[in-house]
């Protein structure tokens, strides 16, 4: 199957990979410096563009990425969630971020499950992490409902190396005996 033709439903959303017509929520998120502290930082919209393409050119290159999620409801880009391997990372990495508008409704826990499905049924993962600082409180809040726990704390590779990040995570093994 070709990325583009990738959808996952939960109760509410929808979750598929990224096309151009999301890029104003996501310029939306990075514009937001509270919401953006964690995830790069803020930016104006020429700097979100350039980080908005990660996504699909990870899709494209790698054959997954990050899923765009939506409400079911009205279309409304929420944020996104999912599989992401830079190079050098400290592991199989499901990371997140959504719009303020969007926290506080569970979405981020609704999709971010969906996503891990797919992952370990597409990927071969045998296990994945979130990189969380240490006052990311609710990245944490997401990633205990998720099962994972702190497994280390680590630096990311250059050139974010000033960064030191809890490497929260799990097994395979763990995540479908809870899914079970
Ligand atoms: C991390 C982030 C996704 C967490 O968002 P969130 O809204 O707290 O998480 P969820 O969408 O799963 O919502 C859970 C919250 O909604 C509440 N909630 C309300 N209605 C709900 C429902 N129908 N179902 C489930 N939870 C519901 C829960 O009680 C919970 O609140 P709590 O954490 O105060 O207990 C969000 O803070 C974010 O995008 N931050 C900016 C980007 C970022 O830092 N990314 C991570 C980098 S490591």
Redesign the pocket.
Known sequence: MIAADIRLETGRLLLRPPRIEDFDGYAELLADVE?A???GGDAPRAGAWRRFLQQPGAWFVQGFGMFSVLDRATGEWL?QTGPWRPEGWPGNEI????RRA?????????ATRAAIDWALDNLGWDEFV????PD?L??Q??AK?LGSTCLREQNLPAPFEAHRVGVWGQSRAHWRARRA
């Open positions: 919401a502290r964690f995830i944020g990371g997140w971020a959504f969007a926290w506080g409704q569970g979405y981020a826990t609704e979130h990189c969380i600082a990311n609710a990245s809040r997401l409902r």
